[in-house]
């Protein structure tokens, strides 16, 4: 091993270690892409491919992200993103867990889908997806629809679980699972032009508090389905609080939603006090 | 009484963004809600004066009520 971090070092530039070298150790040294990215974190190499991350997220934080799983629950409009995000963000082990196969109706928005992969499992497209943007990253995919009974287990050793569910009943049986295991867990629904963002922490309870008026069935998603671009904004909304939970640093979106409204551009933010109710900052 | 609506993204499609409405004594939510053609399965959330409402909860003068719809996909 000491013999390969020699070769990483040996052909990094400025602290940089170019993909076609971490290759090459991968087929000198006969390791995994996972291995030699790991192997060259922690000998404070930062892979290039992750150049752009720098100044924002340190080699260590780098390492920090690469030895971190996160569970993505729904691989559909806002999964596929979130799985992209991660993937390219550097972080190592991802849970893709979703009952689906692709159907036309989801090309509109669904990154995963293409006329190629109608009739694939969701969950297999990510697999393939990730091992063509970031080889190093794992994906274990879970062709299952996420429940009370597998729910544990399917998130045993993730450090966040992000929500991207189309069911507002699985959505809250996540949330319960979370606050049970002491998983954060990052909120997000769309429908429309619009959606919301929350983060809740084990002990929270804001997804319960949003859906408090919820009795049966979905939202205005029913009527209005999802376009090409929610899905984008509220996942990558999702992701970032994702990465400032893994890192611990900067405000997370903690006892409030962001609410989003794309057809008239408004942003709302609702607080979930914790003594007591929510208030409305600023629905001007 | 005078009591101020507020609607919130699909609920604005063919009422108001704002309106101030003047309404009997004792009206609650509920009923200002089905007077505007809005079920109770639609409300996602219920803010009564920047708190959390309900939907059998009495309104008073100058009350501000905001009505959000329930979202839900992915």
Request: proline content about 3%; some cysteine; aromatic content about 6%.
């Amino acid at each position: 091993m000491e013999e390969a971090v020699t070769f990483l070092k040996d052909w990094s530039r400025d602290g940089l270690l170019p993909w076609s070298a971490q290759c090459a150790a991968v087929k000198r040294f006969g390791l995994t892409q996972a291995a030699a990215e790991a192997l060259a974190l922690e000998n404070g190499l930062f892979p290039a491919r992750y150049q752009r991350n720098r100044n924002m997220i340190s080699t260590q934080e780098q390492l920090k992200l690469f030895r971190s799983k996160v569970a993505v629950i729904g691989c559909g409009g806002l999964g596929g993103y979130v799985i992209e995000e991660l993937a390219r963000l550097g972080v190592g082990h991802i849970v893709a867990i979703d009952p689906d196969i692709f159907e036309e109706h989801n090309l509109n928005r669904q990154i995963l889908s293409t006329p190629a992969t109608l009739g694939k499992a969701k969950v297999e497209a990510a697999l393939d997806r990730v091992a063509e943007i970031n080889p190093a990253v794992t994906v274990t995919p879970v062709k299952d629809a996420f429940c009370l009974v597998n729910g544990y287990e399917l998130l045993a050793g993730v450090q966040v679980a992000v929500d991207a569910l189309d069911s507002i009943s699985y959505r809250l049986e996540l949330a319960e699972i979370c606050g049970t295991a002491g998983i954060p867990m990052v909120h997000g629904a769309i429908g429309g032009w619009y959606g919301h963002v929350a983060t809740q922490m084990p002990g929270d309870t804001t997804v319960q508090n949003i859906y408090r008026h919820w009795v049966a069935g979905k939202g205005i998603e029913q009527q209005l389905g999802n376009p090409a671009f929610t899905p984008a904004v509220i996942a990558s909304l999702e992701v970032a609080e994702a990465c400032k939970i893994l890192l611990g640093k900067g405000e997370l979106l903690r006892d409030r939603k962001l609410s989003i409204d794309l057809l008239e551009m408004e942003v709302h933010e609702i607080s979930y006090k914790k003594a007591g109710g929510i208030e409305l900052v600023d629905a001007a | 009484m005078q009591v101020t609506i507020k609607l919130f993204a699909t609920f604005r499609n063919g009422r108001f963004k704002i309106e101030q409405r003047e309404l009997p004594e004792e009206t609650d939510v509920r009923t200002v809600v089905l007077s505007l053609g809005l079920t109770e399965a639609e409300i996602g959330i219920i803010m009564l004066n920047g708190r959390h409402g309900e939907l059998d909860q009495k309104l008073k003068e100058n009350d501000i009520l905001s009505l959000f719809p329930l979202v839900g996909g992915g």
